[in-house]
Antibody
Framework: QVQLQQSGPGLVKPSQTLSLTCAIS??????????WNWLRQSPSRGLEWLGR?????????NYAVSVKSRITINPDTSKNQFSLQLNSVTPEDTAAYYCARAGGRQWLGNFFNYWGQGTLVTVSS | EIVLTQSPGTLSLSPGERATLSCRASQSVSSSYLAWYQQKPDQAPRLLIYGASSRATGIPDRFSGSGSGTDFTLTISRLEPEDFAVYYCQQYGSSPYTFGQGTKLEIK
C-alpha cells in the first residue's frame, strides 16, 4: 500500500521560502515507472500542478511555467522522499499543498493515483 | 496550455438518480489522456477514471467515463449518498497538466 506523508510548516511569512517534504512508503522515489508531483489548491486558482521529479536512468525535473522562477523540487533517495521549495512567497501562494504519485507498476501517464494528506500553507506576516 | 471547462457548476440530484458531468477542453486532448477525480471536504482528491474511460482500482462500476478529443463525460449511473462531492477533470496529454474548475454534486 502506497502512502505519502507530508510535513512542513503551515505558516510562512511573505518573501520567505515555503518548504515541504513528502515521505514515500510502499514505493520508491527512484522507481522507473512513477513520477512524484507537487500540486496546490486554492479557491482563487483551483487545482494547480506545480511540478514533478522522476527517474528514467537519470533524474528529470519539470516545473509549471507559472512558478518556474521560484520553485525547486528535489528527490532524496537516502530517505525515500521528495521536497518542494517555493521562494519569495506572497499571500497569493496561500493554498493547500499536495504531493501525489503518478504511475506505479507501469507508466500510463501523469494522472495522480496516490495523494498526500495535504498541508494548508498560509502566507502572512 | 489546455483549459478545461466543466459543466454544470452545480448539479442537484437525489440518491438513485443518474448524474452526467461534462468536461470540455480548449484543444484536443491527445490519446484521451483525461482523468476524473472526486473530492470530499477536507480530503485530497481521489482518482476515479483515467484514459477517459478506465476505472481506477476499487472504483465501483456505477462510475463510467467516455469521450475523446475535446468533449468528455463522467456518468454516475445510480447515485449513492457517498457520491455527493465535487468532481474534477484533469488532462495529462500535455504539460502543464491542468484541471477543470469542478462540478459540485449536491443532494436535492
Amino acid at each position: 500500500q502506497v502512502q505519502l506523508q507530508q510535513s512542513g510548516p503551515g505558516l510562512v511569512k511573505p518573501s520567505q521560502t515555503l518548504s515541504l517534504t513528502c515521505a514515500i512508503s510502499g514505493d520508491s522515489v527512484s522507481s522507473d515507472s512513477a513520477a512524484w508531483n507537487w500540486l496546490r489548491q486554492s479557491p482563487s486558482r483551483g487545482l494547480e500542478w506545480l511540478g514533478r521529479t522522476y527517474y528514467r536512468s537519470k533524474w528529470y525535473i519539470n516545473y509549471a511555467v507559472s512558478v518556474k522562477s521560484r520553485i525547486t523540487i528535489n528527490p532524496d533517495t537516502s530517505k525515500n522522499q521528495f521536497s518542494l521549495q517555493l521562494n519569495s512567497v506572497t499571500p497569493e501562494d496561500t493554498a493547500a499543498y499536495y504531493c501525489a504519485r503518478a504511475g506505479g507498476r507501469q507508466w500510463l501517464g501523469n494522472f495522480f493515483n496516490y495523494w498526500g494528506q495535504g498541508t494548508l500553507v498560509t502566507v502572512s506576516s | 496550455e489546455i483549459v478545461l471547462t466543466q459543466s454544470p457548476g452545480t448539479l442537484s440530484l437525489s440518491p438513485g438518480e443518474r448524474a452526467t458531468l461534462s468536461c470540455r477542453a480548449s484543444q484536443s486532448v491527445s490519446s484521451s489522456y483525461l482523468a476524473w477525480y472526486q473530492q470530499k471536504p477536507d480530503q485530497a482528491p481521489r482518482l476515479l477514471i483515467y484514459g477517459a474511460s478506465s476505472r481506477a482500482t476499487g472504483i465501483p462500476d456505477r462510475f463510467s467515463g467516455s469521450g475523446s478529443g475535446t468533449d468528455f463525460t463522467l456518468t454516475i449511473s445510480r447515485l449513492e449518498p457517498e457520491d455527493f462531492a465535487v468532481y474534477y477533470c484533469q488532462q495529462y496529454g500535455s504539460s502543464p497538466y491542468t484541471f477543470g474548475q469542478g462540478t459540485k454534486l449536491e443532494i436535492k
